[in-house]
């Protein structure tokens, strides 16, 4: 690899989002022609919610069908499974020896999942962010495109690689994170407070990208505003802001782009262009998605020649990593 890396993931909970498109892929896809890319499917962090054995198989499928689909061409950038690297699961469990449990009582993801998952708050949930940590160190990764909601999982990152590299030199890269300036937290459509998310019970919150078009449109027509009737970019008025946001991304248009355009429309006008520019920007996606899950050969062949590749480069850090802490090699 002879450019800066990027590696970023996303869990294999099928259901892809507008958020995740927004916040994350969108990004991934526009930087990856100045970086070494690896984009990974966490299949191993899914596991800390219970799944369904088939239905976990065929989501991870759509999430690596998804990044094809958004415009990740599989010839440029390593896609693949992280089960599929064992060296990840094996760094993480060095880098579990290198994390402090007061570190991870902090993260407000694992609070917020052990909240909602009482009856299941296990081991994996807690040491989820070091596992994230051996996802990014083991290829020397220089940036992590995500959203807004996996900066302290970035931090805890940098912290350990830090802490590694006093003890034994020189062994990791830390990483920086790349959080967009725009579309980094997408916000639930009927709740603007909180952010978009695949398991909000809630279905009307969050845009998937597979929904029917009529399913979108509907939803945005029922996303939640306030009673002032004025389209402005403002933090006492999140649902239009989230709104703004959307239509700002999807068109590729500045914030001030859009509020100028909008400055004399409803609100009832603006919520279905806000749902239609959505549906235009995900046509040719959906498309590929529809047409790409169905090519059985072809996706085996990329989940295939990713796992290679992405072995062949963990290999040599986990080597140095072992030989560092004394382990034989
Ligand atoms: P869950 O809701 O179950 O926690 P999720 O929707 O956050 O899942 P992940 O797979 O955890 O999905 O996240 C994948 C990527 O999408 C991450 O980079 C994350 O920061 C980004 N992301 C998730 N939700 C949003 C959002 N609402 N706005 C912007 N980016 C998001
Ligand atoms: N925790 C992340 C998913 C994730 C990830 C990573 C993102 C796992 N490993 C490495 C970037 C880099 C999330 O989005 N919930």
Redesign the pocket.
Known sequence: MQKPII?????ATGIFHLGNWLG?TRNWARLSSDYDCLY?V?DL?TLTVRQDPKALRQSARNVLAWYIALGLDPTANILYYQSHVPAHAELAWILNCYTYVGELNRMT?FKEKSAKNEENINAGLFT?PV??AA??LLYRTHL?P??D??RQ?LELTRDVAQRFNQAYGDIFVVPEAYIPPMGARIMALQNPERKMSKSDDNQANCVFLSDEPDVIIKKFKRAVTDSDNQIRNSPDKPGISNLLTIYSCVTNRTMEETCAEFKHTGYGDFKVKVGEAVLEALRPHRNEFERLIKDTAYLDGVIADGARKAQALAVPTLIKVKEAVGLPI
């Open positions: 590696f970023s993931g996303m869990q994350a990974c966490v962090h993801q989820y596992l994230q996802d990014i992590v995500v959203g909601d996996q999982h």
